[in-house]
């Protein structure tokens, strides 16, 4: 048992389900597979490991056991990304560098607490959405749609962390307290249901998000086991993928 928790602990905090969840993210906008989904899947393990470690990643602690394995993940996944990246069109090329860009300011973006859950979202929507469908002519709806959906995923993180941050950074849950905040999610998920009744397409799917969405943002706390964020939450885009999947 000890074992199976070590592994599932490796599994957490070396951004592979992070990234599973983001690359599922990916396979929701195109629906198949592609190149681009796994490079979107090596590079945010990358980009998670550099934004949690890098103050240790060249220093002598980062080379003790616990974090060997992490380092390891991280390289294979480089090499990874390196490899998809190069099978990529220019224009994925550089939209993909301009979204490093952006990872790159987010610890810079942290410092203003209410606007971090937008900024991810606005990342990662750009990532999974904006860039595989950038041709679509119902791009910009479609964005919002995801823009919306992330954002209110990203409040069970701000609730959990808000004992954690300090108050000086003005996070969502120290400028409206848990309860305002958890309302701030709930017509977060209000107005991405109407977003998609707008657009008429996957309706029970997009039903099915929203439901999810609010029943993690009301069973959020601070009191929570980081479980509860950094698995059953991150998992919500598998959720989606497979039910998509039902849907087809």
Not at 52 to 73: D, H, M, N, P
Request: charge should be positive; include cysteine.
């Amino acid at each position: 048992m000890l074992t199976f928790r070590k592994i599932f602990n490796f599994y957490i905090q070396s951004s592979i389900h992070v990234g599973i969840a983001v690359f599922c993210l990916v396979q929701l906008s195109v629906q198949q597979w592609s190149s681009y989904s796994f490079l979107v899947l090596f590079g945010t393990i990358v980009g998670y490991n550099f934004l949690k470690y890098s103050e240790w990643f060249f220093t002598a602690k980062f080379f003790r056991i616990q974090y060997i394995g992490i380092l390891g993940v991280t390289l294979f996944s480089a090499l990874g990304f390196l490899w998809f990246f190069l099978q990529q069109d220019t224009a994925v090329q550089f939209h993909t560098l301009f979204a490093f860009g952006l990872v790159v300011l987010y610890p810079f973006i942290r410092k203003t607490g209410w606007l971090k859950p937008f900024y991810v979202s606005f990342v990662v929507s750009y990532i999974t959405l904006f860039i595989p469908l950038n041709n679509h002519e119902e791009v910009i709806w479609l964005f919002v749609q995801r823009f919306l959906l992330l954002s209110s995923v990203m409040i069970p993180f701000e609730i959990l962390d808000s004992s954690k941050d300090a108050i000086a950074l003005k996070t969502l849950p120290h400028c409206f307290g848990i309860a305002r905040t958890k309302q701030i999610g709930y017509v977060l998920v209000g107005l991405f249901l109407t977003i998609s009744i707008f657009l008429l397409n996957h309706i029970y799917f997009f039903a099915f998000a929203a439901l999810s969405s609010l029943i993690a943002i009301y069973f959020s706390a601070e009191k929570r086991s980081w479980y509860y964020t950094s698995f059953w939450v991150e998992s919500l885009p598998i959720f989606w993928f497979l039910v998509l999947l039902f849907f087809k």
